[in-house]
């Protein structure tokens, strides 16, 4: 034991150790020289003329070529004999660098697109041949003759290709960690010849007739000539054509020795017909044997060597055709077993192997990022290049070739398990991401589609917000993918993917506008349009989930009796916490803004999570785009606000909100009679009118001294935010009242042609024809006239479709008699008032108007809107933005359903105050001028509180016009909502106390 490992001590250590000793044998023999430069030149010969089809073998031919020249080149004697013979830069064109692929790329490209046209065009004569009939023999050999050479060349570009990753490859692998990290930019996309039996049969035939022609024609050409006289040679040839020669399809089988020598050379030749019937592999290498056989005459060891003409006696010409035969006949091995060959050349799998790279880098486990058939694929979708989508399948041919030749070639168990973990993971990221660029590819493009064309056309780079087409018509298309013997369905594993992004998406839309506040409705029902046309683009090409079926899911409004859903609870609750609170009405441009001046109640939101690039727009550009058209929205909430909340709830959950927000109405209402009692308490028992003596300062003084509220202030600072809150909501209301008569009128106009409608008078509808619509009387005309056609095969269907025409026109009808949101809303707070009507009105004991009282609401509201007024006049830190227009809103619509319009406008304090200042005005005009100029001065000092009832007056009378308009005092007017969520119309009711109790019944 000691010795054997000494022994291989000494040949571990000891350098060349195998060549050395290989070449002390070899020359222990004679005319070993000759023979090394036989095998040289041969080398040389078959690496610059593509002698060797397959790549494996020209690797072989490399391998063996530096060997062969160290053996022939130990003295300086051989080194000039071989030098004579073979030019030393034959060798170094051999071994030239060139392992970069980067550099052949655009070589590679010309001959795949130069080959694919002439094999296509290959392809089509052979089809036009195979559909002819009579055609020419020799038009027939000449088409079937190219295929055969365009498929040899189309091997020889595979194996050229194919030698390049190899080469490529090498180069890498023994560089393991280079110095700068390179980014894997190269992709190869391969075209397999695709040989069917169209082809197959042209190669076996066009191989037939090049055997049939050398046995039958050169040969005995040969036998007649050369080898007349040559009885051994002879013997050999004739074994050849014996061996195989198709007789069966020559018409004049040949003998030599019976033909005359005086024949021509015409008469000579043989007339066969080529057949589709190639020859075995036995038999191509017996004749490679027996051609080796007779260029040698037995002796390999002659001068010369092979096809050297050294003493074999053949002529140089007869020589040349045996020897070009020879090689062909080593191409008819490959051509004959084209799914081996292609096989062999389309075998990538040594690109997996890394075991070189593991073991330099001291590394157990290889990253995913540096495996070559991923970096392919993550290439394809980082660049998503529109021509290399369709080919992403392609690199995972890799893992097959490798996994193939791990259990066949290597048989071990443990790299498939290896390469198919692998696998399980690069598809599935592969899925991933497949699926993200899908989804936001078509996101962008409904973005681009939905996104204000005129803002495109206005920007000067509007072109960045169009999408560059792509193509994914054949990913969706694949249903049976082979990766490692299993198949899968990729259009499945796509639909399920997206299906679940949908939901992401859903559920992250509606999360970042839970975090928000209620401005942010106009970006929510933007975002879900966009998803929306993205899903309509999808569901062209996969079998994806209903989109309001997962809307509806990810609200968690799938069941029947839900009324609620996630947006609608975060509506309310918005309202609630921070809406009502907190935005403050302008009446003039009907808009809520944010209160700038303190928070009643503070809204608590958890911080928006930053979502994925592709939930929001698509691409940055467009959701930048779309983010700065939201953000025109995102301080106020208006109409468009409006549209998108009745888009998002439906008729089904819309009427939800609308009875919480009049709960919330009556509730507060129920809230302010305790604290308006407590106002009512402070007031003197009698307020008389305020006296024109006195002037404006007089009557300043006298309502002073009527609102001794001081102690109350917190009482009437609650009061007064109440009051802000019911306004906000009515005018909530009526601005949901304006949204819905448009969306109304729109359906009308698109319905009312259809059904024969026309508007009548106040509001109602007439119908234009008393029996049918429009719409069934030209279906039932088109039923009859089929039904009694005598060539109608099936009537039914027609008169199915009659009827169903027949139902939508009742639906349709159904649906027009909408009355308003608005008018029901104050029947509501008129019926809840009502409750409360004994002590917000106090009956006159006389029968006669008592313009003394306190007691009614109309006195505490003026004294609010007056003490408001002042306070925000002579402290700047407590102006209107604090309230804004709702207060108005609320006192006046309490004060009209109360039936105090009138007793308000004839006593309010405000409104006494500006008739006293405009009697003072006249009368300073007939003072003298040293009076009048201190008069004037005077009410100088008043004129911002002047200007700011004023203000208020003009706003009350619009509020007053409106009401009087939308809800007469002389009988109540409302509508009802009915189950199903579509308002009906106007009806009647009297102005009692129990009308809370029996609302929206309608009187008999």
């Known amino acids: 034991m000691r010795e054997e490992l000494d022994d291989l001590q000494i040949f571990l250590s000891t350098r060349w150790a195998i060549l050395l000793n290989l070449h ?71 071994f030239k660098r060139h392992y970069l692929i980067l550099n052949h790329m655009g070589t590679i490209r010309a001959e795949h697109d130069d080959f694919s046209i002439r094999f296509a065009s290959a392809m089509d004569q052979m089809i036009r041949l195979k559909s002819s009939d009579g055609v020419d023999n020799d038009w027939s050999r000449d088409i079937k003759g190219n295929m055969y050479d365009i498929v040899v060349e189309g091997f020889q570009l595979l194996s050229r290709w194919t030698g390049r990753i190899w080469e490529q490859c090498a180069w890498k692998f023994s560089r393991p960690i280079p110095d700068s990290q390179q980014n894997p930019t190269t992709c190869f996309d391969y075209e397999k010849v695709h040989c069917d039996t169209l082809v197959s049969e042209a190669l076996w035939e066009t191989i037939h007739m090049e055997v ?45 020795e019976q033909h005359s020598h005086q024949e021509t050379e015409e008469m000579r030749q043989n007339t066969f017909y080529p057949r589709p019937v190639a020859p075995t592999a036995a038999q191509i290498h017996c004749l490679q044997f027996l051609i080796c056989e007779l260029v040698s005459g037995g002796n390999l060891r002659k001068p010369g060597g092979l096809f050297g003409n050294s003493g074999s006696g053949i002529p140089v010409e007869d020589l040349k055709q045996l020897e070009t035969f020879f090689y062909k006949l080593s191409f008819f091995l490959h051509i004959l077993d084209y799914t081996a060959t292609i096989g062999t050349l389309t075998d990538l ?16 486990q290889f990253p995913i990022e540096c495996s070559l058939p991923w970096m392919l694929v993550d290439h394809v979708i980082e660049s998503q290049d ?102 899968i369905d990729l259009r499945s594993i796509i639909t399920q993917r997206m299906n679940k992004i949908f939901r992401e998406n859903i559920d992250f839309l509606l999360e970042r506008f839970e975090n928000g506040d209620l401005c942010g409705v106009v970006e929510l029902q933007q975002l879900l349009d966009i998803l929306e046309l993205t899903h309509q ?43 009502l609170p907190n935005f403050i009405l302008c009446n003039t441009t009907q808009r809520f803004v944010r209160s700038i001046k303190g928070i009643h109640h503070s809204s608590h939101r958890s911080s928006a999570s930053t979502g994925k690039p592709y939930f929001y727009c698509g691409s940055h550009d467009l959701t930048m785009a779309y983010q700065g058209l939201a953000g025109l929205y995102r301080d106020f909430f208006g109409v468009p606000h ?25 509730s507060k209402i129920t809230g302010l009679v305790p604290k308006i009692n407590a106002l009512q308490e402070a007031l003197p028992k009698s307020i008389g009118l305020l006296s024109f003596d006195g002037g404006i300062a007089g009557c300043q003084k006298i309502v002073h001294e009527i609102l001794t509220w001081e102690a109350k202030s917190e009482v009437k600072t609650e009061v007064l935010h109440d009051l802000k809150e019911i306004g906000s909501a009515l005018y909530w209301m009526s601005i949901l009242d304006i949204v819905l008569r448009q969306i109304d009128t729109t359906q009308f106009m698109q319905s009312a042609p259809w059904l024969g409608l026309v508007p009548g008078n106040d509001g109602q509808v007439k119908h234009a024809y008393s029996d049918n619509t429009p719409f069934t009387t030209l279906l039932s005309a088109a039923t009859n006239a089929v039904t009694s056609s005598p060539a109608c095969p099936n009537p039914s269907t027609f008169l199915v479709m009659s009827k169903q025409a027949e139902a939508a026109s009742l639906l349709y009808k159904s649906n027009l008699n909408s009355g308003s949101v608005l008018e029901y809303a104050l029947a509501f707070t008129s019926a809840a008032l009502d409750r409360h009507y004994s002590k917000w009105s106090a009956t006159p004991k006389t029968g006669f108007i008592d313009i003394t009282t306190s007691k009614d609401f109309y006195r505490i509201f003026s004294g ?73 001065n005077f009410l100088q000092c008043y004129e911002g509180i002047l200007e700011a009832m004023r203000k208020a007056r003009r706003l009350n009378n619009h509020v007053f016009s409106m009401l009087r308009a939308r809800c007469p005092l002389e009988d109540k007017v409302a509508c009802a909502i009915k189950p199903s969520g579509a308002p009906v119309h106007r009806m009647k009711f009297m102005n009692t106390v129990s009308a809370f109790e029996t609302l929206p019944q309608r009187a008999t």
């Open 349 to 364: 799998g040594f690109l997996w192997f890394r075991e070189f790279y593991l073991e330099s880098s001291r590394v157990i």
């Open 642 to 666: 409006m549209f998108a909340v009745v888009k998002l709830l439906g008729s089904r959950s819309l009427p939800a909100i609308i009875r919480a927000l009049l709960d919330h109405i009556s």
């Open 24 to 94: 002390a044998e070899m020359f222990r023999t004679n005319t070993v020289e000759d023979i090394l430069q036989v095998l040289i030149v041969f080398c040389v010969e078959s690496l610059e003329l593509d002698f060797a089809l397959l790549f494996p073998e020209r690797h072989t031919l490399l391998r063996v070529l530096p060997v062969l020249v160290v053996l022939a080149t130990s003295s300086e004697k051989e080194s000039e004999s071989l030098y004579k013979r073979v030019k030393i830069n034959r060798l170094l064109n051999v």
């Open 537 to 579: 683009s999808i569901s062209r090409f996969l079998e994806l989930d209903s989109y309001s079926l997962m809307l509806s899911e990810m609200q968690e409004n799938l069941s029947l009796v839900s009324y609620s859903s996630r947006v609608s609870s975060q509506i309310w609750s918005e309202m609630q916490t921070d809406f």
């Open 212 to 256: 049939q022609d050398f046995v039958q024609d050169k040969l005995d050409t040969m036998l007649r000539t050369t080898f007349r006289k040559k009885k051994d040679l002879s013997r050999i040839l004739s074994d050849m054509r014996t061996l195989s020669a198709d007789w069966m399809a020559n018409t004049s089988k040949a003998d030599p």
């Open 386 to 487: 529109a021509g290399l989508l369709e080919s992403i399948l392609i690199p995972f041919d890799l893992y097959n070739d490798s996994a193939q030749h791990a259990l066949t070639s290597l048989k071990q168990r443990f790299l498939y398990d290896e390469i198919e973990a692998e696998v399980d993971l690069c598809f599935d990221l592969l899925a991933q991401k497949l699926n993200e660029i899908i989804f936001t590819y078509y996101k962008s493009c409904a973005a681009s589609t939905l996104l204000d064309s005129s803002f495109t056309y206005a920007c000067d780079d509007g072109e960045k917000y169009f999408v560059k087409p792509l193509r994914f018509d054949a990913i969706f298309k694949l249903r049976r993918v082979m990766v490692l013997g299993r198949t």
């Open 864 to 936: 609010l809107q007056y003490s408001y007024l002042e306070d925000s006049i002579n402290n700047p830190s407590k102006k209107q933005e604090m309230l804004g227009d709702s207060v108005a809103w609320a006192g006046c619509t309490i004060m009209y359903l109360l039936g105090q319009q009138q007793h308000f406008e004839l006593f309010d304090f405000s409104y006494q105050f500006l008739n006293v200042a405009e009697v003072e005005s006249a009368t300073v005009s007939h003072y003298q001028s040293s009076e009048r100029t201190k008069s004037s």
